[in-house]
């Protein structure tokens, strides 16, 4: 079965169904996506949703904030789930319309609970783990004046700490993005 910007074949509680499904994935992706699960629907049949070509981006925008750097130092987040346990950078994909340096900024608040003041772009990677490409922007960054301590403030992180770089080379539950950001700090190319 093909839908194609509104076009659905199947007929009564079951075009239903799926109308009412594709409808909610369409408000929540803007891309080419498979669909091998919808509830009620068997896994043996493949939806593909198929949008105007100019609406189907070539790579996730992802970016995010080295905070304190310039003191010699990272404040780092713990991510603490069953699939995941690793330190990274607060950081995370930017809205539509949305600046890099805003994403970071507004990754900063969401994921601790402060404010930064942005002092330049570091560069930029393309990581694509399991088979998602994506790039990301790196910043340096330093906290606004009488903020709170920074703590996480997501269930899925369950710490915040300052680290130097040497600290953190020397870990071996850095994520992708953390681990590459150390390397270039240790080589001086950020």
């Known amino acids: 079965m093909l839908y194609n910007q509104g076009a659905i074949t199947p007929r009564g509680a079951l075009a239903e169904r799926l109308r009412r499904g594709l409808q909610n994935l369409l408000d929540e992706f803007d891309s080419r996506t498979c669909l091998h699960e919808i509830p009620g629907i068997n896994q043996e049949f ?61 990754e900063a608040w969401e994921e601790l609970g402060v404010y930064i003041h942005i002092t330049k772009e570091l560069g930029q990677k393309v990581f694509a783990p399991k088979g998602v490409e994506f790039r990301y922007t790196y910043f340096a960054a330093n906290l606004q004046t009488n903020q709170p301590i920074p703590a996480p403030q997501e269930p899925i992180h369950d710490m915040a700490e300052w680290m130097t770089v040497d600290s953190l080379r020397r870990s071996h539950t850095l994520s992708p993005v953390l681990s590459y950001a150390v390397k270039q700090l240790v080589d001086g190319n950020f």
């Open 46 to 106: 493949c939806f593909i949703i198929l949008l105007k070509p100019s609406k189907i981006p070539t790579m996730l925008e992802v970016s995010g904030a080295l905070i304190g750097i310039e003191q010699g130092r990272l404040l780092v987040l713990h991510r603490n789930t069953p699939e995941t346990e690793w330190w990274e950078v607060p950081g995370g994909k930017c809205k539509p319309g949305e600046s890099h340096r805003s994403a970071a900024e507004r």
